[in-house]
């Protein structure tokens, strides 16, 4: 009972930290920390993706890293050229694939 208790705790605590921009009189957040939240979106997106870019299994391989280092970098360097996002993940992960596949006969 005390774990449901807390997790009711945590979730009324979490939507009353995000509806409290939406209840006061202004609906905007404070100057300073408007100045940041266009920053957290990439911010979490590198926190997701860094970790599983280096260390896909939770350490990091030559087998396994460097492939995903390349193709991530394929991926950047398409986008760059073409802007179109959906062109830019096909040609990384057909990268990542082909050179999956290649590292595979020789290991």
């Given at each position: 009972m005390?774990?449901?208790l ?9 939507y ?5 921009f ?7 957040p404070?100057?300073v ?5 266009p920053h957290v979106?990439?911010a979490?997106?590198a ?5 599983a870019l ?6 990091i391989?030559?087998t396994?890293t ?22 830019a ?10 050179l ?6 020789v290991?």
């Amino acid at each position: 009972m005390n774990e449901f208790l807390t997790l009711v705790v945590i979730g009324v605590g979490t939507y009353a930290m995000r509806a409290a921009f939406l209840v006061g009189r202004e609906a905007k957040p404070p100057k300073v920390l408007e100045r940041y939240l266009p920053h957290v979106a990439p911010a979490v997106l590198a926190a997701i993706a860094a970790p599983a870019l280096v260390a896909p299994r939770g350490e990091i391989s030559l087998t396994e890293t460097l492939p995903a280092l390349i193709a991530a970098a394929a991926t950047w360097l398409v986008w760059g050229r073409t802007h179109q996002m959906a062109v830019a993940l096909i040609a990384g992960l057909g990268l990542w694939w082909l050179l999956l596949f290649g590292l595979s006969f020789v290991s």
